[in-house]
């Protein structure tokens, strides 16, 4: 029996920063923007490689972990809404290079064990709201976040009794590139 699991690579929001997203968006948005995501579950999704078998697990694991990647800060500095999808989420204005680097390793380490991912460009976010149908009215960009990026997950998407929650299967800390 090969039992697939529902897989990410992400980033978690230090709790502090979290807590601090939270009572910014209760204190932000109106309550029926949309269906707000949990505090444990705010995250900045890498690579999204969607329902994964122990074998295909297995091998993204030991290639996360061959990656060589400096640490970096991110700065959580803008917001938006992307109608289509009905997400409101909150980003950095300027990714740093860390960032799309680690993104980029991980999404092509993906793309040739076989997961699917998305043409689109990779854009970095934490979701806030999930069902945001209707027109959002965005805050002044007056607000900012920011910390040490200091490692990466693998992350299991579960669901049950109506709510998902994130557990993290693994993780690997970002060190110093060697020359």
């Known amino acids: 029996m090969n ?12 709790a502090s920063s979290s807590q601090e997203v939270i009572a910014w968006r209760a ?3 109106a309550e029926e923007t949309g269906r707000p995501i949990a505090a444990a579950n705010l995250h900045l999704t890498l690579a999204f490689l ?9 091998a993204l694991q030991q290639m996360a972990g061959r990656i060589r990647q400096s640490p970096f800060t991110l700065t959580l500095d803008d917001a938006g809404h992307w109608p289509r999808s009905g997400v409101v989420w909150l980003g950095p204005k300027q990714a740093p290079r860390g960032l799309l680097q680690l993104a980029g390793l991980l999404r092509s380490q993906a793309a040739r064990s076989g997961c699917y991912q998305s043409p689109l460009p990779f854009h970095p976010h934490v979701t806030l ?3 945001a149908l209707q027109p959002v009215a965005l805050p002044p960009r007056n607000f900012s976040w920011q910390f040490r990026v200091e490692r990466f ?6 669901f ?6 994130y557990r993290a ?11």
Do not use: H, M, Y
């Open 27 to 29: 204190a932000t948005f």
């Open 50 to 58: 969607g329902d994964v078998g122990a074998e295909k697990q297995r």
């Open 160 to 165: 049950s009794q109506g709510r998902t929650r």
């Open 169 to 179: 299967l693994a993780s690997w800390e970002l060190q110093q590139e060697s020359l």
């Open 129 to 131: 709201f999930r069902n």
């Open 3 to 14: 039992e697939q699991k529902r897989l990410f690579f992400g980033i978690a929001l230090p």
């Open 153 to 158: 997950a693998l992350f299991e998407s579960l």
